[in-house]
T-cell receptor, first 114, second 114 residues
């Protein structure tokens, strides 16, 4: 009964490096999301996907890319990491759209860019 | 622009008393509201929700009230327990800009004192 699994839990990245945050869910949910949470702020939507092969931008997509080749996996790619991307990243999923469905969240990836 | 506002960053309550967490929103297109609870180093977990066609929803010790005219909702926890100590996020959803958007507040940290 894993739910939404994110790896890694913590990571330190140097400025200009790239990395991929992994997210997988085992609930056969169609919708998946990536959020970032900065200190004292709410969650901001980076990208979302309504099904395999379909992705779209959220509120803060710059500097990120995603892909959705399977229902289960929704990796988030950071290209040319910048200090402004230091944040906690949460992946979430839901069976249908968020308008009337609660989302299931992973435990987050704490990313520091130095 | 902060469309979902939680103006109290923190709240302390004695065990057994009522906790009242407040949330205000500005976007009249929001029609579904959720509360999430978050413990440190974990992802948010869904707590309770309410549709705009209702003004109250109850689940055990948790009750959410919605005042559409005031664009205000509140979460009541009665009686409060030490295990309720967490950060509570208010979230609102509705069609926005062509996709189903969820907007989160900045959170209120609740401390229940034994």
């Amino acid at each position: 009964n894993a739910g939404v699994t994110q790896t890694p839990k913590f990571h330190i990245l140097k400025i200009g490096q790239s990395m991929t945050l992994q997210c997988t869910q085992d609930m056969n949910h169609n919708y998946m999301y990536w959020y970032r949470q900065d200190p004292g702020m709410g969650l901001k939507l980076i990208y979302y996907s309504v099904g395999a092969g379909i992705t779209d931008k959220g509120e803060v997509p710059n500097g990120y890319n995603v892909s959705r080749s399977t229902t289960e996996d929704f990796p988030l790619r950071l290209e040319l990491a910048a200090p402004s991307q230091t944040s906690v990243y949460f992946c979430a999923s839901s069976y249908s759209g968020p308008r009337n469905q609660p989302q299931h969240f992973g435990d987050g990836t704490r990313l520091s860019i130095l | 622009d902060q469309q979902v506002k939680q103006n109290s960053p923190s709240l302390s309550v004695q065990e057994g008393r009522i906790s009242i967490l407040n949330c205000d929103y500005t976007n009249s297109m929001f029609d579904y509201f959720l509360w999430y609870k978050k413990y440190p180093a974990e992802g948010p977990t869904f707590l309770i929700s309410i549709s705009s066609i209702k003004d109250k929803n109850e689940d055990g010790r948790f009750t959410v009230f919605l005042n559409k005219s005031a664009k205000h909702l509140s979460l009541h926890i009665v009686p409060s327990q030490p295990g309720d100590s967490a950060v509570y996020f208010c979230a609102a959803s509705g069609d926005s800009g062509g996709y189903q958007k969820v907007t989160f507040g900045t959170g209120t940290k609740l401390q229940v004192i034994p």
